[in-house]
């Protein structure tokens, strides 16, 4: 049973920086895609930054230049440097992966105070 889970969110003050991961246990393949989304209070679910097993990586405007995705392969772990934060960067946090099937970590926490 493939499982996701996450680890690194908090509180932090605007301008702070977070170090979020995700490691992936039960997977005994590369996943296609691994990929941070976030869902704040009131609003949909939205990809934060995304990263391709070929290597390629896509961010939310948002995000870009704040924010970094990396990954590896061999652990099947991705994580995500975000730097400036923001209060607008408040929200849940969550790692996605997806190869024939998508799979969703249980979410964490990441607040941002003015």
């Known amino acids: 049973q493939v499982q996701l889970v996450e680890s690194g969110g908090g509180l932090v003050q605007s301008g702070g920086s977070l170090r979020l991961s995700c490691a992936a246990s039960g997977m005994s393949f590369t996943p296609t895609i691994m990929a941070w989304y976030r869902q704040a209070p009131g609003k949909q679910r939205e990809l934060v930054a995304k990263s391709s097993s070929n290597g390629d990586t896509d961010y939310a405007e948002s995000v870009k230049g704040r924010f970094t995705i990396a990954r590896e392969n061999v652990n099947n772990t991705v994580t995500l440097q975000m730097n400036s934060l923001q209060p607008e960067d408040t929200a849940v946090y969550y790692c996605?992966?997806?190869?024939?099937?998508?799979?969703w970590g249980q979410g964490t926490q990441v607040t941002v105070s003015s």
């Open positions: 996605f992966a997806r190869r024939r099937n998508s799979y």
